[in-house]
């Protein structure tokens, strides 16, 4: 159903012209209004050059030729020559400003985007994918770029051109230009039906480029699989259907194009035929003169590129709102995890108490639409100071308790206190603040080792960074790097082994001197020397420190304070290692099931 719904989203052209949507947008360019109206003078004034040059047409052949007016004459040739050089300085502010325009209303909305998914919860990246998110804060804001900076200010260019060179044809002849405006009907049914058939072919292009997207994505991403299973050929032969696809799509679209040019030259020509019939009948009567027929034939071709300029605006137009619905969409979607009103602040003798009472969550509903409870009836608390570990079988919900309590996600039923204050209460910057987790899949920025320690926070300093690094023994393999700890990582820290990458996830940890210390499944990914590197330097870290440590292994748990047992999402049993294994529950049983499979 999910696939179903995201090529549905995809396919979806909403309507060619939305005014809320247009508002909206509208409102990024309140900013820069005096940018606006500077551009909307621009294009006013380059739009009345529009019909200067026929104009001085028409009173160099009737009024400076027959009167041999040779003053007149200069006058209108510089006057002619001066309307082209004012009209390039026009049409390059024009275009610098309307640029301008569209590029600082997109870095505002793409700042604006990125602040919204920096605060958006899990729960939404969980029927999100990221791919589709990334297509909107690049794909779609780029649409609204041209948008901006060649449509929604340009096409008042479009319409003052019309408008000046319409009234210019009536005042000078307006029997003449009523048989040039004749074509206009065939015009607009030919953009008419141009914009139906462009529209279609545009949301074909769209759906068919997704496709190849989504499928470059997957393959990339999944090559070690493809290359494992000798899969290079078979996907190669299946791009080169989804790109047939969309090539046959593009071409479409280039035959409506192919077509519509054509066809507007034609009508431009028809109309120009029309002119000099009409004309040329009428100057034979002497009812009009040879200049006029001069400067119409100027002002038809003129009249007619607007009118092609406005049917690809309109394709632009849609393409926008489209975009722009997307965009938000995601703009609106409500922040589930936020900051509470009124907030409570953790009292600052605190020493990381952990209350977990009652606790019942799901992540979402069975096909009933009943929750779909992953904990339920939660009860234990975690001793200022004390190091418990949580462990079960695959499923159980151990992660999902720490997922609570980082509120990642918020409980259903119960609540979780932090020394006595529930944890909804609570900023989420001060709890997260008291919090240092260390992941299994270890993620690295791209940038240097002391960055990825820092994650840029200034109160952090080198000596920090070096004897966090140091403590957990990372050190060593750091010095050894070309560049120190200002060696660059790659992406997700791909220049490192896993066991180094967790190395210096634990230094990071460390840097920020959390309250509590939670490590979820941290060792899991690490030969057994580097884990008992790890073991031994954080002995000494969790010492007067609240600790959580959920594992896999139960050979690093059999030292904690406290063991609590996960089974089916509910606390089965918890005490100490020898209290357990003494106890012949199912703590004995992962122990005896764990020791006997490693012996073996």
Same mark, same amino acid.
């Given at each position: 159903m999910a696939d179903a719904a995201t090529l549905h989203e995809e396919e979806a052209l909403g309507k060619a012209y939305d005014a809320r949507l247009m508002r909206r947008l509208l409102r990024y360019l309140g900013p820069y209004k005096r940018y606006v109206a500077l551009a909307l003078l621009v294009l006013l004034f380059g739009s009345g050059l529009a019909i200067v040059g026929p104009w001085i047409t028409q009173l160099v052949i009737d009024e400076a030729i027959p009167n041999n007016d040779r003053r007149l004459l200069g006058l209108l040739i510089w006057a002619y020559v001066a309307s082209i050089v004012v009209g390039f300085v026009l049409e390059y502010a024009q275009a610098l400003i309307t640029t301008w325009l569209g590029q600082s209303v997109m870095y505002d909305l793409r700042q604006e985007i990125f602040e919204k998914l920096q605060r958006l919860d899990l729960r939404f990246y969980d029927r999100n994918p990221i791919g589709r998110l990334m297509t909107r804060i690049t794909n779609d804001v780029e649409t609204l770029n041209t948008l901006f900076s060649s449509g929604v200010v340009s096409v008042f260019g479009d319409v003052f051109t019309l408008v000046f060179i319409v009234g210019a044809m009536l005042s000078m002849n307006w029997r003449l230009a009523l048989v040039s405006f004749a074509v206009l009907p065939l015009v607009f049914l030919t953009a008419f039906i141009f914009r139906a058939k462009v529209r279609e072919a545009y949301r074909d292009i769209r759906v068919r480029i997704a496709r190849v997207n989504a499928f470059l994505h997957e393959h990339i991403t999944g090559v070690r699989v493809v290359q494992l299973f000798n899969r290079e050929d078979a996907d190669a032969r299946r791009l080169a259907e989804l790109n047939e696809s969309h090539l046959q799509a593009h071409l479409r679209s280039i035959t409506y194009y192919a077509l519509f040019f054509p066809a507007i030259q034609f009508f431009t020509a028809l109309a120009l035929a029309l002119i000099l019939w009409y004309g040329g009948l009428r100057m034979l009567d002497g009812f009009l003169t040879? +200049?006029?027929?001069?400067?119409?034939?100027? &002002?038809?071709?003129?009249?007619?590129?607007?009118?092609?300029?406005?049917? /690809? %605006? &309109?394709?632009?137009?849609?393409?926008?709102?489209?975009? $722009?619905?997307?965009?938000? %969409?995601?703009l609106d979607e409500e922040i589930e995890i936020r900051d509470p009103t009124p907030m409570r602040a953790l009292p600052a003798s605190g020493r990381g108490e952990i209350v977990f009472e009652d606790v019942w969550f799901a992540y979402g509903n069975d096909e009933d639409g009943q929750p779909d409870w992953v904990l339920r009836e939660v009860s234990f608390t975690v001793a200022p100071g004390e190091k418990v570990a949580i462990v079960g079988h695959t499923g159980a919900g151990k992660t999902t308790l720490i997922n609570l309590l980082m509120r990642f996600y918020d409980v259903q039923k119960g609540r979780i206190l932090l020394d006595g204050v529930p944890i909804r209460d609570v900023g989420l910057d001060e709890l997260r603040g008291r919090i240092g987790l260390v992941l299994q899949d270890v993620f690295l920025f791209s940038q240097d080792v002391a960055y990825n320690v820092r994650l840029g926070s200034p109160d952090i300093g080198d000596d920090r960074i070096i004897e966090a690094a140091r403590r957990v023994g990372a050190s060593d393999f750091?010095?050894?790097? /070309?560049? +120190? &700890?200002?060696?660059?990582? +790659?992406?997700?820290?791909?220049?490192? $082994?896993?066991?180094?990458?967790?190395?210096? $996830?634990?230094?990071?940890?460390?840097?920020?001197?959390?309250?509590?210390?939670?490590?979820? /499944?941290?060792? $899991?990914?690490?030969?057994?020397?580097?884990?008992a590197q790890i073991e031994q330097a954080t002995d000494q870290l969790l010492r007067g420190r609240t600790s959580v440590v959920i594992a896999h292994r139960l050979s690093t748990v059999q030292n904690a304070d406290r063991i609590i047992v996960m089974h089916h999402g509910r606390v089965h049993e918890q005490g100490t290692h020898q209290a357990l294994l003494e106890a012949g529950g199912l703590y004995a049983r992962l122990h005896e099931l764990q020791f006997t499979t490693v012996a073996a």
């Open positions: 040879v +200049g006029v027929i001069a400067a119409f034939l100027q &002002y038809a071709r003129r009249f007619f590129r607007p009118i092609q300029d406005l049917s /690809e %605006k &309109y394709n632009l137009l849609q393409a926008a709102m489209a975009s $722009s619905e997307r965009v938000f %969409k995601l750091i010095d050894r790097l /070309e560049a +120190g &700890y200002e060696q660059p990582l +790659g992406e997700r820290g791909a220049t490192l $082994s896993v066991g180094q990458r967790q190395l210096v $996830s634990f230094a990071r940890a460390l840097a920020f001197d959390p309250q509590i210390l939670v490590l979820d /499944e941290a060792t $899991s990914s690490v030969d057994s020397e580097i884990e």
